[in-house]
Nanobody, 121 residues
Framework: QVQLVESGGGLVQAGGSLRLSCAAS????????MGWYRQAPGKQRELVAA???????NYADSVKGRFTISRDNAENTVYLQMNSLKPEDTAVYYC???????????????WGQGTQVTVSS
């Protein structure tokens, strides 16, 4: 019954900021991985940022220094703070969470529904 609900997308001017949120319903024994991906029309889905269970983060070169991924373990929520946005950041952004549910023995992978981010020049 795990569902990931995304919010925070919208239209913003170049140079502006947005903060995306992704909250996972259901209970987990542990969460191994949280990440943000994006997909623009005609392009492949790509990793934007990720955070692991020990707090280690990594970013795509194109967003490093502008985006920050963070989490709230108690709420099973992952955030993406996006600053200095550029038109090329325009895409549908998807969150991904891998974790072990309370009723499960092994980890499973879960995706959000996607939220549109549009950056105008």
């Amino acid at each position: 019954q795990v569902q990931l609900v995304e919010s925070g997308g919208g239209l913003v001017q170049a140079g502006g900021s947005l903060r995306l949120s992704c909250a996972a319903s259901g209970s987990f024994r542990s969460i191994n991985y949280m990440g943000w991906y994006r997909q623009a029309p005609g392009k492949q889905r790509e990793l934007v940022a990720a955070i692991t269970s020990d707090g280690t983060t990594n970013y795509a070169d194109s967003v490093k220094g502008r985006f920050t991924i963070s989490r709230d373990n108690a709420e099973n929520t992952v955030y993406l703070q996006m600053n200095s946005l550029k038109p090329e950041d325009t895409a549908v952004y998807y969150c991904n969470i891998q974790g072990v549910r309370l009723i499960a023995r092994f980890p499973t992978d879960h995706w959000g529904q996607g939220t549109q981010v549009t950056v105008s020049s």
